[in-house]
């Protein structure tokens, strides 16, 4: 009996084990903008990311990484991240060059963009999907699978040529095809590791409430402004005591420069309908005790001091009108 309790104990205890251990996918990806303004000239702009984390950039002028928090270079050495480095170079250099001398063959028109991004994600069960993706003018152009170059679906004809024409290096392939498989995990791994404290930190939000502009006649629109909170994952609802407002709005959740996020949520309401409704906020950082801020606060502000002036003035006047009589009183 005793052997089997164990078992069911331990399945148990294994089971809440891996329950806990479901994480988010880790995601590390490069962005790459290249702006080809004319003929001879073309600017580019790099980026890393981890999750929704910028990590790395890149400094044009000195061809090299920028390394964004302490911990930036994960578990790789200088040597490789100087290896890297000159890859890049090499890439951006090469990448200009050949656009530019392809250009009018493939009928690009001055001034153009090119958005690339390329990385990995790792899950938990070990699977990694590698990615490298192209935009060109802000549409799908063509992406790298299985060692070829394929175009996307709904681009044109130069997709094709461009594809056609990247398909006959095969050295580069090789290359893309490492750096995506096998480079990225690895180097992800690392710097999730190496950025734990970083990742897994708890910011609280601050909330507070506004109106926004009247949405019409006797109608308010309520602000519930959500800042300063980190992760991102965040859920706010306008409530009617426990009863969740299904016409409450959600803007995107945008980023401040230090990292933390910002959302607004808003709810039209008739004004007199008002009264009572309240802004609920559940985030990881909070422990389970969701803040709760009450519409009308500031209106029971004006309230308490109504309450405390009106008695003040009405007191005022009664003594006044008292020593008046009073006075009246004292002439004999
Ligand atoms: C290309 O654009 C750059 C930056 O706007 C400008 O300085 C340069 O004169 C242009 N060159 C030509 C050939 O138009
Ligand atoms: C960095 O860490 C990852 C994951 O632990 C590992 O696979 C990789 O080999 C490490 N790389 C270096 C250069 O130590």
Known sequence: MVPLQLTLLAALLLGTHSAQA???????????????????????????????????????????????HPWSKGNFSNEELTDLELLFRVYLIGLTRESQEYASQLHFKYPFEVQVTAGCELHSSDVTKAFLQAAYQGSDFLSF??????????????????????????AIKETVQRLITNTCPQFALGLFDAGKVDLQKQVRPEAWLSSGPSPGPGRLLLVCHVSGFYPKPVWVMWMQGEQEQPDTQRSDVLPHADGTWYLRVTLDVAA??????????????????????????????????????????????????????CSYEDIP
């Open 22 to 68: 479901v994480q988010e996918p880790i995601l590390f990806h490069v962005i790459q903008i290249t702006s080809f303004v004319n003929e001879s000239w073309a600017q580019h702009q790099g980026s890393g990311w981890l999750g929704d984390i910028q990590t790395h950039g890149w400094d044009n002028k000195s061809g090299t990484i920028v390394f964004l």
């Open 145 to 170: 699978q299985n060692l070829s170059w394929v175009p996307s679906p709904g681009s044109d004809s130069k997709a094709q040529s461009v594809c056609d024409l990247l398909n006959q290096y095969e």
């Open 272 to 325: 007199r309908e008002a009264a009572g409704l309240s802004c609920r906020v559940r985030h990881s950082s909070l422990g389970g005790h969701d803040m709760v801020i009450y519409w009308g606060h500031h209106l029971s502000m004006y309230l308490i001091l109504l309450a405390v002036i009106v008695p003040l003035i009405l007191l005022i006047v009664i003594a006044l009108w008292l020593k008046k009589r």
